[in-house]
């Protein structure tokens, strides 16, 4: 669990009950959700909650660095409540399902210095992507039949 409600009390986050909202939809594993998708879950619990609320408290967890914003080359970025366990992640091209998964070894080390350009690299940050179990079995065979 990545507990964000449990570390936001603990560090005594001031909980109104609509940031309160905002972060019980954060919470929980393998959660990676946009801020209109965080407005939709938010709204269906809380009708009257506003749209400057969500993106207001989004942007303080993002500070406060309770959550990290994943952004992706043309895509909208997406909240992830993870922030404390270094991790990338795994991403179906079917239904978009993201996982958390922990590649072994450091991938910092993978850029040699002669592909750094000068630059001082901070972070890294890896998308694997593929075929979810239940996209993957709807999809048509590739290859030969073995038979
Ligand atoms: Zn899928
Ligand atoms: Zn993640």
């Known amino acids: 669990m990545s ?10 986050w001031r909980m109104t009950a609509q940031r309160r909202v905002v972060a019980e939809v954060l919470d929980g594993e393998h959660i990676h959700l946009t801020a209109d ?4 879950r938010a709204t269906e619990r809380l009708p009257e909650i506003s749209r400057a609320t969500v993106y207001n408290t989004l942007g303080e967890l ?8 994943v952004s992706s080359v043309g895509r909208a970025k997406r909240y992830d409540p993870n922030a404390h366990r270094a991790h990338q992640h795994l991403v179906c091209a079917g239904c978009g399902t993201v996982r958390d ?9 993978g850029l040699p210095d002669t592909e750094r350009f000068g630059f001082t690299v901070t ?4 998308t694997y992507r593929g075929l979810c179990p239940v996209c993957g ?10 038979d």
């Open 123 to 126: 972070g890294v940050e890896i």
């Open 101 to 109: 998964v922990h590649p072994e070894g450091d991938p910092m080390v």
């Open 3 to 12: 507990n964000l409600l449990e570390r936001l009390r603990r560090r005594g």
């Open 137 to 146: 079995a709807a999809a048509p065979e590739e290859g030969p039949e073995s």
């Open 62 to 69: 993002a500070s406060l660095g309770e959550v990290i914003e």
């Open 37 to 40: 998708e965080v407005l939709a």
